[in-house]
C-alpha cells in the first residue's frame, strides 16, 4: 500500500464547516473596514529574513527561534511570513505609499507562518485579520483602531468574555532606560527566574514582565515600573488615548506588564484578552511603530495597528455556543435516470442556478434509489426527478423530500413552479456590479 499523509505538524486543514466561521469573520470585519475607510491588501507570503530580522528585531523569539527559513536556489535568505506588519511596511516603502492620501489606512486577512511548540491556540499556520493605518501620529488613530476592533469583537458576540488591556512603552529611548533599570534590578535576583526569563534576562528583560510563571510574577511585582520612564510627550499622548475610550466608554483594564513579543512597538501597546487560564488568551494584539519604516529603509512614517488571531477567535465563539450560520445548504436536487434525461438534467440545473437556487445534479450512473438517498443526505428539501419516460412525456417528477409527496409538473413549466416555491428571499443572489 502506498503510504498514507497528514498535514505537518501544527498545520491543519480547513474543512466546510469550519469555513463558515473564517468567512463570517471576514465578512464582519470587512464590514467594519470598509466602514472605516480602510483598503485590503494581500503582501507576499515570502519575504527576504532581513524583512523580520530588522523590523521585529533579532532577539525576539519569533525571529530567533520561530521562522520558517530556507535558502532560495540563487543562496538568498528567505522566511514565510510570520507576521503581516514588517511586510506591509515594506509594501508601502516599494509602493511608494507615501505619495498616497495620507494616512495609509490598509487591511489583510492572511496566513502566517511560526515554527512554534503546537498546543492550543498555538498552531505553526494561523490566520490573521489585520489593519494597520500608515502616516499619522495622533492618539485620535490610536483609539480609532482600538475601537475598530472592538466593534469587530462585539459584532462576533465575544465581547462580554474578553478585556482590553492597555500600556504604554514610551520611546524606544525611554525603553532603552528602562530595560537598563530591569536588567539591574533582575541580574542579582536571577535565580529565582525561571528558566526562559535566565536567558530573557540576557536578551530581552521586558518579556520577563509579562512572563506567567508565579515565582517571576512575584519578584515582577517589585520590579521598576515602565510608567516612571515614560517622557512628557509619551505620557501625555496615552493619557489622550485612554481619554478618547473613556469617552466612547470602550472598556479597558491598564496593565503596565504589558510588553508584547515584537521590538518595532513603541507608545500604545494592546491585546484583547479572552478570560480563560493558559498563556495563549490574546485573540488580538497591536500597537504603534513609529519607527518601522525608517528601520526598513523607508521615509519616517508614524503608524499603529492590530492583527486577531483568526483561530483563537473561532475557538472563543465555539465556547460560547455561537455558530455562523450555514449557507452552503442545498435546496434541490436534480435526480436523472436513462442518456436523454441527463442532457435535460444539465440544462435545468444550469436554469436554476441563474435563478438563485442551490441545486445539485446525480452525476454518474446510480440507481434512483441511491440518487434519492444522496438527495436526502444532502437534507435537500426537494428533488426534481427525471426519467426517459418523463422527458418524452415532457413531463418532471417534483418530489417534496421532507414528505414525500410528488407532483408532476411539465418540463417547460419548471422554473416557474420552483421560483414560486423559493420566493427571491430565500435565493442567492449576487450583485455583479462590474
Ligand atoms: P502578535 O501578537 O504576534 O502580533 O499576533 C497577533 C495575534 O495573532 C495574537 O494575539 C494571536 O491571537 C494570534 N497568534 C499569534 N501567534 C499565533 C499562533 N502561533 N497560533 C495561533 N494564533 C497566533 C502581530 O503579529 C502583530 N503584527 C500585530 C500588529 C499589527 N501590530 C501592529 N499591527
Same mark, same amino acid.
Given at each position: 500500500m502506498p503510504e498514507k499523509f497528514q498535514t505537518p505538524r501544527g498545520f491543519k486543514d480547513i474543512l466546510p464547516l469550519e469555513h463558515n466561521f473564517f468567512t463570517l469573520i471576514k465578512k464582519v470585519a470587512r464590514h467594519r473596514f470598509r466602514q472605516a475607510g480602510f483598503l485590503r491588501i494581500s503582501t507576499s507570503m515570502l519575504e527576504n529574513l532581513e524583512v523580520f530580522a530588522r523590523g521585529i528585531g533579532a532577539d525576539t523569539d519569533i525571529v530567533s527561534k520561530e521562522m520558517f527559513y530556507f535558502e532560495s536556489r540563487s543562496g538568498k535568505k528567505m522566511v /514565510?511570513? =510570520? !507576521?503581516g506588519t514588517a511586510g506591509v511596511i515594506r509594501a508601502f516603502i516599494e509602493h511608494g @505609499?507615501?505619495?498616497? +492620501?495620507? =494616512?495609509v489606512q490598509l487591511y489583510y486577512f492572511e496566513p502566517h507562518f511560526r515554527y512554534e511548540r503546537p498546543q492550543k491556540g498555538r498552531f505553526r499556520q494561523f490566520w490573521q485579520c489585520c489593519a494597520e493605518v500608515l502616516g499619522a501620529r495622533d492618539p485620535l488613530v490610536d483609539a480609532q483602531i482600538i475601537i475598530l476592533a472592538w466593534k469587530i469583537i462585539k459584532d462576533l458576540k465575544i465581547a462580554d468574555s474578553v478585556s482590553l488591556q492597555i500600556n504604554s512603552l514610551g520611546s524606544p529611548a525611554d525603553r532603552a532606560k528602562f530595560i537598563d533599570e530591569l536588567h539591574n534590578f533582575f541580574e542579582p535576583r536571577s *535565580? +529565582?527566574?525561571?528558566d526562559d526569563c535566565r536567558s530573557r534576562l540576557q536578551?530581552? =528583560?521586558?518579556r520577563i514582565l509579562d512572563c506567567k510563571n508565579e515565582d517571576c510574577q512575584i519578584l515582577v511585582k517589585t520590579a521598576p515600573k515602565l510608567s516612571n520612564f515614560l517622557n512628557d510627550d509619551s505620557r501625555k499622548f496615552y493619557e489622550q488615548v485612554l481619554q478618547f475610550l473613556t469617552d466612547l466608554k470602550v472598556p479597558f483594564v491598564e496593565n !503596565?506588564? /504589558?510588553? *508584547?513579543?515584537?521590538?518595532?512597538?513603541?507608545?500604545t501597546v494592546f491585546e484583547f484578552q479572552t478570560n480563560s487560564d493558559g498563556a495563549q488568551n490574546a485573540i488580538c494584539g497591536g500597537g504603534r511603530y513609529d519607527g518601522l519604516c525608517e528601520i526598513l529603509g523607508g521615509p519616517a512614517t508614524p503608524a499603529v495597528g492590530f492583527a486577531f488571531g483568526v483561530e483563537r477567535v473561532i475557538e472563543e465563539m465555539k465556547k460560547k455556543n455561537i455558530s455562523p450560520p450555514e449557507k452552503d445548504f442545498t435546496q434541490i436536487f436534480v435526480a436523472c435516470l436513462g442518456d436523454v434525461a441527463q442532457s435535460e438534467c444539465l440544462k435545468i440545473l444550469s436554469d436554476l442556478q441563474d435563478l438563485g437556487i442551490h441545486v445539485r445534479g446525480a452525476f454518474g450512473k446510480s440507481s434512483m434509489k441511491s440518487q434519492l438517498k444522496t438527495a436526502d443526505r444532502l437534507g435537500a428539501q426537494f428533488c426534481l426527478i427525471l426519467g426517459d419516460v418523463e422527458i418524452r412525456e415532457k413531463n418532471v417528477i417534483l418530489r417534496n @423530500? !421532507?414528505?414525500g409527496e410528488q407532483e408532476n409538473i411539465p418540463l417547460d413549466e419548471v422554473q416557474k413552479v420552483i421560483a414560486e416555491k423559493f420566493p427571491p428571499q430565500k435565493r442567492d443572489f449576487y450583485n455583479l456590479e462590474i
Open positions: /514565510l511570513k =510570520p !507576521e @505609499m507615501q505619495s498616497w +492620501a495620507q =494616512p *535565580r +529565582a527566574l525561571c536578551k530581552n =528583560p521586558l !503596565e506588564n /504589558l510588553v *508584547r513579543g515584537l521590538d518595532y512597538y513603541c507608545d @423530500m !421532507e414528505n
